[in-house]
């Protein structure tokens, strides 16, 4: 969430930021409920402060033997506490309506994001690699895999529904195997590797910025309290949920592997084929903790991180900065990397590395103590796909794919797979 400070400070800036990111957060709504707030606030002290010198004086006129004047004045006493009573709870509703509202409100851009309504106005900022010459026509994953029999639509239908898959043979092992390599790519890049649990609770979603914005595109655990993790992000930035870090351990820099599962409610008719857009996904995730000084360094370092990955299987891919109004709600600040799929003649975004500043620290109650000493501070977080899995899976087939249908396996992924080199239509 943002700082009080700035909200009640600086609005109009606030009010210009959510215009950049086509934004219909209720600042007037808030603004005004805080301002009420804090009338309420000083009411409820100032009638305590009225309280406590009429008790001393009741007392005074008890020992003075002026006994009416103290059961007069006591009764009045009474009342005021009636109305403090009032006034406290009329402020705790207000707190509550102020701290609902606060978590309605996404995060500034960064001055040096570009100002646009959507994904036309993100910035290019690099390639690698180039796009594979075919003397074929190539085909799309959604084909090549089916015909290499590793790739199943119709019977993750029988089971669970649309936009599931079922992946066979060669197809489950490179799966498994690319989330191995992506691991062993982070550990030796200098990541902790984490173990984290694939449900989680009401407040590590609000801690990171999924609730209460994205509750539809939630799986809820029907009879708990308990969610199915739309990413990894959620529970590694939770794990030092309210502890003071000391700066001499940062930054933090966590790897993850985790199935994510989202319900897609505002894709409807969006990327129905294939792979791209799933009910459930494997990803590895990268999480940063950082100072504030440093936190831009790091998101250099984190999509540094996630191109290596695609450096080492091969795969041409560009480097966007999103606009004010494609990024994410709890971003500052998002390099995307677009991955090319020769399948479908275009680049499609296979990693989102962001800088999330102190927005999900304040949520989160995540801090540190400076090493110079003074008050604790909010850190900053960032995270990123490192990367995708299934999108990954998808670029191999398709950069990679053959005349005959083949698909040759990337050089980075054999050692993983028992040295195959191909992939060949399987029974």
Known sequence: MLARELLR?????????????GSDAPLAELLAADARWREAQAEVEALKAERNRGSKEVGALFAGGRRDEAEALRARMAELGTRVAAGEREAASLAETVASLELTVPNIPHESVPAGPDETANRFERSWGEPPAFDFEPRSHWDLGP????????????????????????????????????????????????????LVNREALLGTGQLP?????????????????????????????????????????YCAYTPCFRAEAGSYGRDVRGLIRQHQFDKVELVHLATPETSYAELDALTAAAESVLQRLGLPYRVV???????????????????????????????????????????????????????????????????????????????????????????????????????????
């Open 9 to 21: 400070n600086s609005p109009d800036r606030v009010r210009a930021a959510l215009a950049a990111r």
């Open 213 to 253: 914005k994205f509750a539809a595109d939630l799986f809820h655990v029907e009879g708990t309290e308990l969610y199915l993790v739309p990413t990894a992000e959620v529970p590694v930035t939770n794990l030092h949920r309210g502890e003071i870090l000391e700066e001499g351990s940062l930054p933090r820099r």
């Open 321 to 427: 900065t999103l606009s004010t109004g494609d990024m994410g709600f709890a971003a500052a600040k998002t390099h995307d990397l677009e991955v090319w799929l020769p399948g479908q003649g275009c680049y499609r975004e296979i990693s989102s590395c962001s800088n999330c500043e102190d927005f999900q620290a304040r949520r989160a109650d995540l801090k540190y103590r400076p090493s110079a000493g003074g008050k604790t501070r909010f850190l900053h977080t960032l995270n990123g796909s490192g990367v995708a899995i299934g999108r990954t899976l998808v670029a191999i087939l398709e950069n990679y794919q053959c005349a005959d249908g083949t698909v040759t396996v990337p050089q980075a992924l054999r050692p993983y797979l028992g040295g195959l080199a191909t992939l060949v239509a399987e029974a």
């Open 147 to 198: 015909g290499l029999g590793i790739l199943d639509f119709e019977r993750a239908a029988k089971v669970a529904g649309a936009r599931f898959a079922v992946l066979w043979g060669a197809g489950a092992a490179l799966e498994r195997a690319l989330v191995t390599f992506m691991l062993d790519v982070h550990r030796a890049a200098g990541y902790r590797e984490v173990y984290v649990p694939f």
